[in-house]
């Protein structure tokens, strides 16, 4: 229906009708109901900023995958997997940038080891990619986050501890993370994780959903103590 409004009657062209190209001037009054109840936040963009994708994937090779199991992950051949990471296209189809962020999911809590693993963190070295946990948001931040790469998963559990109970405390991203697993599993609501851990809502959403922790239901549970 919405191909016929935009390029006219299908079928036309083939018989070497011309109106084919012309747009309609009236279409069905339930037609037209249907399309106007459409909004933008329910249309999902066919292309996307590359940005958050390369990152991804810089971020995974950072910490020991080969893309050549990347490549696997993704169901690609290791040639357009380097396009990716290295293009300077300005935009990427939306299904390969899900896809990307479905195989972080998996692989970003697990760094790899052995030769290979240190092959590809040298690499990401070189070209200075950085690891998951350097990016807040890794999809818009301008730029990283101050990280020591050396303790890239070390959690101070006192400022977690410290965080978790509501004090204004500077935290790392790993330690966020650690925050916001610790108060999910108090049963806490993302609105509520985000006023204890003095953070943005749609922030305590992404993580927990990079965490792969369920939403808490429930706006009025009372915060733990």
Not at 15 to 25: D, L, Q, W
Request: proline share 5%.
């Amino acid at each position: 229906m919405v191909a016929d409004v935009v390029y006219g009657p299908r079928g036309a062209e083939k018989a070497g009708n011309p109106a084919r190209f012309i747009k309609y001037r009236t279409v069905r009054v339930d037609h037209a109901n249907k399309l106007l109840t459409v909004t933008t936040n329910q249309v999902e963009a066919a292309y996307v900023s590359p940005v958050g994708t390369q990152r991804r994937l810089q971020a995974l090779v950072a910490i020991g995958y080969t893309q050549t199991h990347l490549a696997e992950q993704l169901e690609m051949r290791v040639g357009n997997l380097s396009k990716i990471i290295l293009s300077d296209r300005p935009r990427l189809r939306a299904e390969t940038h899900q896809a990307v962020c479905n195989v972080v999911t998996r692989l970003w809590s697990t760094p790899q080891h052995g030769k290979r693993a240190d092959a590809s963190r040298r690499l990401a070295a070189r070209r200075g990619w950085l690891g998951p946990l350097h990016w807040d948001d890794i999809d818009h931040d301008p730029a990283p986050a101050t990280v020591d790469l050396l303790e890239e998963f070390v959690i101070d559990e006192a400022a977690v501890t410290l965080a978790c109970s509501g004090e204004q405390v500077k935290l790392r991203p790993q330690e966020r993370r650690e925050g916001i697993r610790r108060l999910h599993a108090a049963k806490l609501t993302d609105g509520q994780i985000a006023t204890r851990l003095h953070m943005a809502p749609e922030t305590v959403q992404r993580i927990r959903k990079q965490l792969q922790l369920p939403a808490v239901a429930g706006a009025d549970r009372q915060l733990i103590a």
